[in-house]
Nanobody
Framework: QVQLVESGGGLVQTGGSLRLSCAAT????????MGWYRQAPGKQRELVAV???????NYADAVKGRFTISRDNANNTVWMQMNSLKPEDTAVYYC?????????????WGQGTQVTVSS
């Protein structure tokens, strides 16, 4: 029902910037939340930032003040500007779209895009 296409990862030096983009195609239901997760080698996938229904943005403590997420509801697109990147930001970043129905939540994932920050 939901397909996500990501772009924008790459290799950058410490202190550099990258911008991730994700476009969703939806066939039936409206997407509630859109955001980004990341997974570093040997670690669990973790939330980075999300824009929930209503427009509020939530960030992981590790990225507050450095990353900014934005969303275009009309076009089902989400972006994340990442500034002041650190080596610990190195991970595969996944776009996520969540559809919430009564008693159920459906999560959809992009293919992932690698972000590597060199020291």
């Amino acid at each position: 029902q939901v397909q996500l296409v990501e772009s924008g990862g790459g290799l950058v030096q410490t202190g550099g910037s990258l911008r991730l983009s994700c476009a969703a195609t939806v066939s039936t239901f409206r997407i509630n939340d859109m955001g980004w997760y990341r997974q570093a080698p040997g670690k669990q996938r973790e939330l980075v930032a999300v824009v929930i229904s209503g427009g509020a943005a939530n960030y992981a403590d590790a990225v507050k003040g450095r990353f900014t997420i934005s969303r275009d509801n009309a076009n089902n697109t989400v972006w994340m500007q990442m500034n002041s990147l650190k080596p610990e930001d190195t991970a595969v970043y996944y776009c996520n779209a969540a559809i919430r129905l009564p008693g159920r939540r459906y999560d959809y994932w992009g293919q992932g895009t690698q972000v590597t920050v060199s020291s």
